[in-house]
Nanobody
Framework: QVQLVESGGGLVQAGGSLRLSCVAS????????MGWYRQAPGKQRELVAV???????NYADSVKGRFTISRDNAKNTVYLQMNSLKPEDTAVYYC???????????????WGQGTQVTVSS
């Protein structure tokens, strides 16, 4: 079994910062791409940022220059540093990872349970 557990969400004023963390645990052989998605009320889930195993990154246009994704492979952890937060960043943020599991040596995509980020104006 593999689990992704997010932390770091909360309530912050516009212009503030938050740092999200997501730890993968379980029968993990290796982790390929890791990423963050978000879903606001009444909207579809959207990509925020992704990072490859080689630390290549890609960001949604709406967060470029404000958010930074990083990872610590030794800790099976991905981070999302969010600066200059805006009310429109309010959403549930989900961690996603493509993980090669030990028993089958096959890659599967896993999701965390989500963490709420609320930005007040």
């Amino acid at each position: 079994q593999v689990q992704l557990v997010e932390s770091g969400g909360g309530l912050v004023q516009a212009g503030g910062s938050l740092r999200l963390s997501c730890v993968a645990s379980g029968s993990i052989f290796s982790i390929n791409t890791m990423g963050w998605y978000r879903q606001a009320p009444g909207k579809q889930r959207e990509l925020v940022a992704v990072i490859t195993s080689g630390r290549g990154t890609n960001y949604a246009d709406s967060v470029k220059g404000r958010f930074t994704i990083s990872r610590d492979n030794a800790k099976n952890t991905v981070y999302l540093q969010m600066n200059s937060l805006k009310p429109e960043d309010t959403a549930v943020y989900y961690c996603n990872a493509e993980i090669v599991v030990l028993d089958s040596m096959r890659a599967y995509r896993y999701w965390g349970q989500g963490t709420q980020v609320t930005v007040s104006s």
